[in-house]
């Protein structure tokens, strides 16, 4: 596994200065995308497209970003050397009949689709050149995790630009395996569900006390990043960074009881696994569609 920011990209000669992207489908993933490629100053409005079926969409993001936009998707992925593929999985199989054979060996298709594996991509669109990458929510921000897989036909070029892309929108991970794709939508991709539910379980926990919620809502969002961020700058295990604030016979203690007592980390492993087949059953409903 090789991780790289966009920063570290740039350092080894690799630029997207000439690079052209399109977009097929600008939803919310799509225009987080493009923000942060734009904050960032990797390309050019001139140099990105977005399609969608939508004018009401399409205006949006022209007037966005400055953006060029189409209604047809074939027409945005045909010049691009970067093509991201940005659809809902109920119609992929319809894109993939409208970009089949339309692509050339110097382009390559980047995935965001849950649940479509590469194989299914390769075949529909009769391409080679595929990257399959799970982005999460926070990646709106610019705080995401992605992490990707690339075919052998992707060159090293190719990997680095779209390393560029993925670090605009948080810290990229390649993985030399797809099916740490599939782990990572339910780890980090299906992750922020289980932060967002403690989290509300936090705060609901200090109304309960008596807290009026704002306050209690303030106190658990500085709680968790403060958290996070220690974990991050200290380098340490998990169970140490627990010790550290588990006194004998003190509060921690008493509350952690109560968690493996009720099984949490039973339910936080089974609810994790359970997000992992479901992406696994989502990936043959999709190779079922496209007759793989």
């Given at each position: 596994m090789a991780r790289k920011t966009a920063a570290q990209a740039d350092e080894t000669g690799t630029s997207l200065a000439e690079a052209q992207l399109a977009f097929v489908g600008a939803g919310v993933m799509a225009e987080s995308m493009i923000a942060g490629i734009l904050k960032r100053g990797l390309v050019s409005p001139a140099q990105i497209v977005a399609s969608h079926p939508r004018e009401d969409r399409r205006t949006r993001l022209a007037e966005r970003f400055g953006i060029r936009t189409s209604a047809d998707n074939a027409e945005a992925a045909r010049s691009a050397d970067i093509?991201?593929?940005?659809?809902?999985?109920?119609?992929?199989?319809?894109?993939?009949?409208?970009?089949?054979g339309v692509l050339t060996p110097a382009q390559v298709a980047v995935s965001v689709i849950a649940g479509a594996p590469i194989d299914v991509l390769a075949k529909g669109l009769d391409h080679e050149a595929i990257v399959r990458v799970m982005p999460n929510t926070p990646a709106q921000i610019g705080e995401g995790m992605m992490v990707w897989h690339s075919t052998p036909a992707v060159g090293e070029a190719q990997r680095a630009q779209v390393q560029a892309v993925l670090g605009a929108l948080g810290e990229e991970l390649w993985v030399e395996d797809e099916k740490y794709v599939d782990m990572a939508t339910a780890l980090s991709g299906t992750g922020p569900t289980f932060v967002f539910l403690m989290m509300e379980a936090l705060?609901?926990?200090g109304v309960h006390m008596?807290?009026?919620?704002?306050?209690?809502?303030?106190?658990?969002?500085?709680t968790v990043a403060g958290s996070v961020e220690f974990a991050r700058d200290s380098g340490k295990h998990m169970a140490e960074l627990r010790n550290m604030v588990t006194s004998p016979g003190g509060t921690s203690a008493e509350a952690i009881y109560q968690m493996e007592k009720g099984g949490l980390r039973t339910v936080f492993s089974r609810a994790v696994y359970a997000a992992y087949q479901r992406t696994q059953s989502l990936a043959k409903e999709q190779a079922s569609k496209s007759g793989s």
């Open positions: 093509v991201v593929l940005a659809i809902k999985p109920q119609v992929l199989a319809s894109v993939l009949k409208q970009l089949k705060i609901d926990a008596g807290f009026p919620r704002r306050i209690a809502e303030q106190i658990v969002l500085q």
